[in-house]
């Protein structure tokens, strides 16, 4: 009997080291307390700052917002709500710590809109995480160590509008939520700035709507210099995009070298790199009877657009017309389609904004167009043709003159027979050469003829009968002449090419 009080005492120190209630703890899974760890007000509880270690239990089902900010629950398991909160929409879990993300823990808040991950130990985001959330809108996780990120962790998020994953360890650009226009047709802030980025796709963000644009905030990573960044980021400026406006000073980049030396981007084109000056892109090009479509790309998406035209008409009155999506289709086109396009862009009473597109239309059909080119390559490959065919004849034509060895006196005879004006010679007798014996002239002798082979008929060489008799002092005239001629034909078929 006198040993029982021993046994007592270490019995009831044992049950008091096991009890699971201390000072300043919250019991896992303890009833919601409204009157000392939280404040219930309406449908709207908040317990930020109680010192929480998990998610109070038994939370009723009218709750639209609940805030447990500012605790150390470092874990969010499955079931942390057994009940469907179907009016939740709104759950704050920043500053906790937390460090894991059941793959089910948002199977019960199926409609939250809004939901705040930011500042704490994330690391990474597995697929599908956030599938059920079909209707959320908002989701802050910056402030946290990712590292990697699923390309189908936002798979299930359709109507995902703002996405805040700044000053974390992020080196991949999440170009899929940009692009995939299915998944997340709605986004309109993306915001990836001071993580460790250092490849972005110029050529996708360039083809990026203004309103996408306008809330994609990439500054304060470590992109590599290029004038293609360089270009991106000037025409986001010109155009005035909050992204590149508000944040210009964080634009930086990393010059290629050991130096790894940062400097300004939007300065590229000045010091670092020959890059060229960029416009904004406001011009459209075009060949009558073609259809144009004009677009207003304005910085806002649900804006209402009214074009006004050049010549000051209403649309309805020309060969235009507006879209359903806010842009203006022209066609078929006219030379007086020509001019400056204004588009006024308005939502409600807060924003106003004016855009300008120059159209210039060509004085032709895109078809006259190709076929000026066709008869063009034509005329050109005829010139080309031409011009062998005179190489040939003047280098590969064999010569044929009375001078040329190899030649013969019936091919002499064809060449000469060629000419308009054919010359006989003196030691050649030909059955078309007459020899005439008379006196004349001053002493007996025979006198020599000159027969001319002529195309005109032979009454016209005869005058009364008789054919003209050469005095000696034409004779010497005419063999000088013919000398002289024969001379010419070995001079024409010599060696030498005969350039025309």
């Not at 309109?188 to 306008?214: C, F, G, H, Q, T």
Request: aromatic share 6%; glycine share 8%; proline share 5%.
């Amino acid at each position: 009997m006198g040993g029982s009080p021993l046994v007592f005492l270490p019995l009831t120190l044992t049950l008091l080291l096991l009890s699971p209630t201390r000072a300043g703890a919250q019991p896992k899974g303890s009833p919601l307390d409204c009157q000392k760890t939280c404040v219930c007000a309406s449908n709207i509880i908040s317990c930020s700052k109680a010192g929480l270690k998990s998610v109070p239990a038994a939370l009723p089902g009218y709750t639209a917002v609940l805030d447990l900010s500012y605790n150390n629950i470092s874990r969010l398991r499955a079931e942390w709500t057994p009940v469907n909160l179907g009016d939740l929409h709104s759950l704050l879990l920043s500053h906790n710590g937390l460090h894991f993300l059941s793959s089910e823990a948002f199977a019960h808040v199926t409609h939250l809109r809004h939901l705040d991950l930011s500042s704490n130990g994330l690391v990474q985001l597995d697929e599908g995480i956030f599938e059920p959330l079909e209707q959320l809108e908002s989701l802050l996780l910056y402030d946290n160590a990712i590292t990697q990120i699923d390309r189908a962790a936002f798979s299930g998020l359709v109507s995902l509008r703002k996405l805040y994953l700044s000053r974390n360890l992020v080196s991949r650009f999440p170009l899929e939520l940009v692009k995939e226009r299915t998944r997340s047709g709605t986004l309109a802030v993306l915001d990836v700035s001071s993580n460790r980025i250092k490849l972005l796709p110029p050529a996708e963000l360039s083809l990026l709507p203004a309103w996408v644009a306008d809330g994609l905030y990439l500054h304060d990573n470590p992109l590599p210099c290029s004038c293609q960044l360089y270009n991106t980021l000037a025409r986001w400026q010109l155009k005035g995009l909050s992204s590149v406006v508000d944040f210009a000073p964080g634009h930086t980049c990393v010059l290629p070298g050991a130096a790894k030396l940062k400097v300004a981007t939007l300065e590229l084109n000045k010091a670092h790199l020959n890059c060229s000056e960029v416009g904004v892109d406001g011009e459209e090009e075009a060949y009558l009877e073609q259809y144009l479509v004009l677009d207003c790309d304005s910085r806002r998406k649900d804006t209402v657009k009214t074009w006004t035209l050049p010549n000051g008409l209403p649309v309805s009155n020309t060969n235009a017309m507006v879209t359903p999506d806010g842009r203006l289709q022209i066609g078929p086109l006219k030379a007086e389609d020509s001019g400056v396009y204004t588009c006024n862009v308005t939502a409600g009473d807060s924003f106003e904004e004016t855009l300008y597109v120059t159209v210039v239309v060509f004085n032709s059909t895109a078809r006259g167009g190709l076929e000026n080119m066709k008869t063009a390559y034509t005329t050109l490959v005829a010139c080309l043709v031409s011009l062998v065919m005179v190489l040939v004849y003047l280098y590969l034509t064999p010569c044929r003159c009375a001078h040329c060895p190899g030649q013969g006196s019936e091919k002499e005879e064809d060449s000469l027979r060629s000419s308009t004006v054919s010359i006989s010679h003196d030691d050649h007798d030909h059955d078309d050469h007459a020899g005439v014996e008379g006196g004349g002239g001053g002493g007996g002798g025979n006198a020599q003829y000159r027969h001319v082979a002529s195309t005109e008929p032979k009454e016209q060489l005869e005058q009364n009968g008789r054919l003209d008799v050469i005095s000696e002092k034409d004779e010497e005239a005419a063999q000088g002449d013919q000398r002289q001629r024969r001379s010419d034909v070995s001079s024409v078929c010599s060696d030498t090419p005969m350039m025309l």
